[in-house]
């Protein structure tokens, strides 16, 4: 006898889905998707700093209860970030200034000096900044093409590090003034390496002739003053080719190859190179926050042992931003209308390019999730949607043709990678308020959402 093929009907199958949402209220079905969907469950992998899911299920529905737009940053990731670099740092004997510019929020500055890293600033105010976050005067480097007088007479009597120099006609005025002033000032010098960084060209800065540093032709000119000047002291050579680097070792190497030859030709004239300062530059993946919640740290570093040429008696130090703080926060909005054009659906969201200006500025990618479909359903209909913010400009756009599950009003999104140049540029364009920050495990201080108008119902 032949046996019957066992079928699934539509009743068991309907019976199941049933069971599902019944059960999604008690929890089996939550652990089921702890167990087998990862969103549901932050992934325990920091220890390898494979993968690690920022938003899971948990932190969704805390987020849900907090007036929008705000930054989230996840304060697990951002520590265990710092550590991880700290850690490598020591083994390559790397001394890592923090490049303040990426961003300047209190907390993060006083756990990454806690660790020992020095600041990169360039401005005064981010030279006081630092200073009052904890980075001792004596680890904080002042770069910058147009320092005011004023910010070179405060910087100068708080006794940093060394300012890195952009142009002859800076150190001429710095000597002026430590003469002034009877101090002697520590300077290093910014050096175009002529080096393609391969990145945007708004972000790149190492080619020949840039506004940015001292090329070739001004070498001899160069050390001539610095050989007599009394005022200054030389400490080193400074290089950044650019940010948003994804060519790591790649790039980083020729750029190390570069630097040994010009360190080499101011050592030749008789002047000592105590210190290299490598830039910072190290690229983070936009694409998939989740998948790489830790730039390659280790290539870059390994890029640098294998190709610098060093003496026991001269530093290295490189100036990571993006690298430490991009993956950790979120710029997390709400949908305020689902417009369907003739030939585009637009998710009008409450984030706007006064909030983040990377994309409407250089056309930057960020990865954009809609939290709240993730909860809603598990095999979502997908549909293509451009996102854009309520700014007056036409360039306040998200991302466009984005495929993103079916969205509604109200649902919470998440614009990914954003603790890098996201608040530090924001702006009250449009007088809108700059969004607060929330922090992972602060969630109860965040400012709470009012529904002024039930977003529950969920108007198409
Ligand atoms: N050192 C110097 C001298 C720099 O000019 C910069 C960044 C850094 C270090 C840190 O570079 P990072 O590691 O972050 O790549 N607003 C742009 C990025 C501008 C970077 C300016 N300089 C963006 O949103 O992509």
């Not at 265990?80 to 500055?109: G, P, W």
């Not at 910010?151 to 006609?169: R, T």
């Not at 060519?247 to 030859?261: A, G, H």
Request: aromatic share 12%; glycine share 6%.
């Amino acid at each position: 006898m032949v046996e019957p093929t066992p079928t699934i009907s539509g009743t068991a199958v309907c019976g199941f889905i049933l069971m599902n949402i019944i059960l999604r209220k008690y929890g089996f079905f939550r652990y089921f998707c702890k167990r087998f969907f990862p969103i549901f469950e932050r992934q325990q992998a920091l220890s390898n700093m494979k993968k690690y899911i920022m938003l899971d299920i948990n932190t969704i529905e805390h987020l849900d209860k907090i007036a929008t737009p705000f930054y989230y940053y996840d304060m697990e990731l951002f520590q265990k970030t710092v550590d991880h670099v700290a850690e490598l740092a020591q083994q390559h004997e790397i001394k890592v200034h923090y490049a303040i510019k990426a961003n300047v929020e209190r907390r993060l500055l006083e756990y990454i000096s806690s660790k020992g890293f020095g600041a990169d600033c360039v401005s005064g105010n981010e030279v006081l900044h630092a200073h009052s976050c904890g980075f001792p005067a004596g680890k904080i480097v002042y770069a910058g093409v147009g320092k005011s007088d004023k910010e070179i007479y405060d910087a100068m009597m708080l006794g940093i590090e060394a300012f890195n120099c952009e142009s002859l006609q800076e150190i001429f005025v710095i000597n002026e003034m430590a003469h002034l002033h009877g101090v002697k000032a520590n300077i290093s010098v910014r050096i175009n390496p002529d080096i393609d960084a391969h990145t945007h060209k708004y972000v790149t800065t190492g080619l020949y002739e840039n506004k940015f540093g001292i090329s070739n032709h001004e070498f001899d000119k160069l050390i001539e003053f610095l050989q007599k000047s009394e005022h200054i002291n030389f400490f080193g050579l400074h290089f950044h080719i650019g940010s948003q680097i994804t060519r790591v070792n790649e790039v980083f190497s020729l750029e190390c190859k570069r630097v040994n030859e010009i360190v080499r030709y101011f050592e030749s004239k008789g002047l000592t190179v105590k210190n290299i300062n490598l830039g910072g530059g190290l690229g983070v993946d936009y694409d998939d926050p989740d998948g790489s919640p830790v730039a390659d740290f280790e290539t870059w570093f390994n890029a640098i042992s294998s190709n610098i040429i060093r003496r026991k008696d001269q530093s290295v130090h490189v100036e990571p931003g993006r690298s430490l703080v991009a993956q950790c926060a979120s710029l997390i909005s709400r949908v305020l209308f689902v417009k369907s054009g003739e030939t585009k659906n637009f998710l009008i969201m409450d984030a706007g390019m006064n909030d983040l200006i990377r994309p409407a500025l250089y056309g930057a990618y960020h990865k954009i999730e809609n939290l709240s479909a993730a909860q809603r359903s598990f095999f979502p209909t997908y549909q293509a949607y451009d996102i854009v913010g309520p700014v007056c400009e036409s360039s306040d756009v998200w991302g466009a043709g984005r495929l993103l599950p079916l969205s509604v009003r109200g649902d919470l999104m998440a614009i990914r990678s954003t603790g890098a140049y996201g608040q530090v540029m924001a702006s009250r364009y449009n007088m809108k308020d700059l969004a607060p920050t929330v922090f992972s495990d602060r969630l109860e201080e965040a400012p709470q959402a009012v529904d002024y108008f039930d977003l529950s119902t969920r108007v198409q």
